[in-house]
Every structure is written in C-alpha cells, then in structure tokens.
C-alpha cells in the first residue's frame, strides 16, 4: 500500500495569475544576461514576501548584486562570509527571537532566508548549515547551485558536474577530463542527516512554471529549519547563449540528472517523477553547453550509466543510492 503523503497547508500559488505582483529584488544588480540564479533571488522574494530579512554568503549572488551604491534587494539584507550561511541565519533567527521575548519587536512571523551558492553551501559551509537544521529556529537555507565558484571565474566545486571544463579543470591533450568527481547529493544529505529538519525540496526556477514558487513557501509555511537545493544554468560558466537558461533547466531536470523532489518529515515526494515518465537522453543537455564540447561518445555514455543507475537501481530513485543486506564476513 502507498503511504500516504502528510498534508501542508500554505498559501499556494496555482496559477500565473496569482503569482504576487510585487518584487522584492528588482533593478539594480548586475547579474549577467539569463541568470537562473538571478530568478532563484527574485522568485524566494516574491514568494517569502516583505516580511523577510535574508543573508547573503559571499558568491556571484552577492557580488553581482552590491555594486558600489546600489543594490535590488527591497528586503533587509545582510552579506555574511562564504561558508557563514547557516550560522548567519542562526544568528539572524535568534536574535528576532530574543526580541521578539524582551518585547522589542512585536511578535510576528518573520521569514528569515540564507542563500549561499555551491562553493558557500556544499563545500565550505556545510558544517553551518548541518549545524543551523538541528537548530530550533524557523529558517529556510536556498543553495543556488551554478555549479562553480563563479563569481572567481569559474571554478570546479563539489557540485560540479561530472567532465565539465571550467577554470580549474581545463581539458588537455593528455587529459581530456580534469573533473572527475561526482556532483555531490547535498539535498538528501542534509534531510537524510538532520532528523528534525522537517523540509528539503530540490527545486529549478523556472521549471516547471510556479513549482520553485511555492517550493519556498511550503518550506516557511512548515517552519523550522528547511533547505532547498536550487539548480541554476549560468550562461557564462557553462557557456551557452543567454536565451537558453530555462530550456537548460528544463532538459536538466528531463534528463533526470537534476532529480526534482520535496522531503516533507521524511517522506519523499517526487515533483517530475522519472520512475514514470522516460528520460530524455542527457546527450541533449550536455551538448548543449559548450563546458562539455570536449566530450566522446564514451564520456556521455559514462555519465547516462550513472544517471540511469540513479533512477533504476538507487534505494531511493534520484535521492538515497543505499542497499541494504550487504554481509561482510569477519576474520
Ligand atoms: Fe549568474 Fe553565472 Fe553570471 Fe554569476 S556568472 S551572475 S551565476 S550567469
Ligand atoms: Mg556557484
């Protein structure tokens, strides 16, 4: 018998039209020409509302958007440093709430949101995001994930994918893949290692429509502490023209190399459920992107094995790779 997904009551957005017409990161910021990670900033802003503070770890969402005497942010911001997202927004958290006790401040809901990039979450920061959903305090982590370092040109991160050329990892004559390393399963490490973390949710902007949207306000509508791991095309770290960023997406999440799903109190919801619809092949994403130009047939089919693998043979499609019955004799 299925089990039987809990049910969360939050202001859903169910169609264009009721999607908030206020913004809450607008003009100002000089992100480049098609940032997914831009619409990850905008669409949290407008979901959370104007009764939100976020915190920024150093990244391209930060650079690019604190030009010297001007910013989009509408909402209180604070900038906090590359691996401080999880423990800025404890801090963040814990002060409205003495506040809020001593009477300072009325006592309200207030959204407070960290959005650190790969190289801030997944790699550096990790242990203060760990620590930020074991804590008690209402708060939603955003991981935009471009897969590189790229507000310093580029770099290979742990969420990387698999072959990608960038600025550390560039192909050679004698080496054709610099990066050898499997993207990193942030999401489920954090719903899998955080017991009362009671939301994870991985999540594209614009694919599908409204999904990111309401992705965050059930993450603030559940409350405590939440993550949600964002996949964002980045036209100038995986080289493609501007116009292509959603349909990126899109052929990401298609593919099934971009697992879409929520993890609501321990129970895993597919949002594009790829046990039941066929996967694209993800030579039409790879190829599509000049970072994996410098590919052969063998490399594709590397990585379509371990894309196929996921979804067929994983404990948990997409999400938990474990077995179990595994016997190891003692000596
Ligand atoms: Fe966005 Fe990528 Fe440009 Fe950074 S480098 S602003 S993530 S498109
Ligand atoms: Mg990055």
């Avoid at 958007?65 to 801090?91: E, K």
């Avoid at 074991?134 to 072959?163: K, R, V």
């Avoid at 066929?278 to 371990?306: N, S, W």
Wanted: proline share 6%; glycine share 10%; hydrophobic share 40%.
């Amino acid at each position: 018998m299925a089990t039987q997904l809990p049910v969360v009551e939050f202001e859903k957005i169910k169609t264009v039209h009721q999607t908030p017409l206020e913004e809450f990161y607008t003009s100002g910021h000089r992100t480049c020409q098609g940032c997914e990670s831009a619409m990850v900033m905008r669409d949290f802003a407008k979901a959370s509302g104007p009764r939100t503070i976020a915190t920024g770890a150093t990244g391209c969402m930060y650079v690019a958007n604190t030009s010297y005497m001007t910013t989009p942010w509408i909402i209180p911001w604070m900038h906090t440093q590359l691996g401080a997202g999880g423990s800025s927004a404890v801090g963040m958290a814990a002060g409205l709430r003495a506040l809020m006790r001593k009477g300072r401040i009325p006592k309200e809901k207030i959204n407070v949101i960290n959005f650190s990039g790969d190289l801030g979450a997944a790699d550096m920061g990790i242990g203060g995001i760990s620590g930020a959903l074991q804590s008690d305090y209402d708060l939603l982590i955003i991981m935009y994930d471009n897969e590189s370092a790229a507000n310093t040109d580029i770099q290979a991160t742990g969420s990387t994918t698999y072959g990608a050329q960038t600025t550390f990892t560039p192909p050679g004559s004698k080496h054709r893949i610099m990066h050898r390393r499997w993207k990193k399963n942030m999401a489920p490490m954090m719903a899998v290692g955080h017991p009362t973390c009671r939301y994870v949710a991985a999540a594209s902007a614009t694919f599908p429509a409204l999904d990111f949207l309401n992705k965050v306000r059930k993450a603030l509508a559940i409350g405590g502490p939440t993550f949600i791991h964002t996949f964002d095309p980045c036209p100038k770290g995986w080289d493609y023209h501007p116009k292509f960023s959603r349909e990126l997406g899109e052929l990401g999440v298609k593919s099934g190399i971009f697992p879409l799903y929520e993890i609501i109190d321990g129970q895993v919801n597919y949002t594009y459920d790829l046990r039941k619809k066929t996967r694209i092949p993800v030579r039409g994403y790879l190829e599509k992107q000049g970072r994996f130009a410098h590919l052969i047939d063998e490399d594709v089919d590397y990585i379509q094995h371990m894309v196929d693998k996921m979804w067929d043979e994983w404990e948990i499609p997409g999400v938990a790779p474990f077995t179990s019955g595994l016997q190891i004799a003692a000596s």
